[in-house]
């Protein structure tokens, strides 16, 4: 499978995130840039979860319906053709980061998926039903990481 690059100039892969992009801070979602796109999406697909939160991923941020020659997403901002989806929260859009006081860092897996045809997603998907339904689905992908705990 293809490779997409996908990269923030507000923190680097595996480091941590600002306190801005957190629950307790401004509650942000960060600037992403992408590129390498392969020819034949149809849409891109921003997946955000959190990996340490237990059972089942956290889902932190959804957006389906990305316009794929976009190119990335402003701090602060929805994807170009993008449609959000409640978070693990509740919420629609991004919930920032709120690991547990005292754990260890929490890993933030920020997934970028080229698809040729839209999801079919319940109308309020958890974590696990993002990955099921992506299963022989995507034409290519991208990640990163960013970490969090709560000081």
């Known amino acids: 499978m293809a490779g997409i690059m996908l990269r923030s100039v507000a923190f680097n892969d595996h480091d941590r995130l600002p306190d801005r992009f957190a629950r307790e801070g401004?509650?942000?979602?960060?600037?992403?840039?992408?590129?390498?796109?392969?020819?034949?999406?149809?849409?891109?697909?921003l997946f955000v979860e959190d990996r340490?939160?237990?059972?089942?991923?956290?889902?932190?941020?959804?957006?389906?319906?990305?316009?794929?020659?976009?190119?990335?997403?402003?701090?602060?901002?929805?994807?170009a053709g993008g449609q959000e989806w409640p978070n693990g929260f509740g919420a629609t859009g991004w919930g920032g980061p709120h690991p547990p006081a005292g754990d260890d860092p929490h890993r933030y897996f920020f997934r970028l998926y080229a698809l040729e045809r839209p999801l079919e997603l319940p109308?309020?998907?958890?974590?696990?039903?993002?990955?099921?339904?992506?299963?022989?689905?995507?034409?290519?992908?991208?990640?990163?990481?960013?970490?969090?705990?709560?000081?």
């Open 26 to 45: 401004g509650n942000v979602s960060p600037p992403l840039e992408w590129a390498d796109v392969p020819d034949g999406t149809r849409e891109l697909l």
């Open 52 to 79: 340490d939160a237990g059972r089942e991923p956290f889902l932190h941020w959804l957006v389906t319906g990305i316009n794929p020659g976009s190119g990335g997403v402003a701090e602060g901002q929805v994807p």
């Open 123 to 151: 109308a309020a998907p958890g974590a696990g039903d993002v990955h099921r339904a992506l299963v022989d689905r995507e034409i290519a992908s991208g990640n990163m990481v960013g970490t969090y705990v709560r000081g």
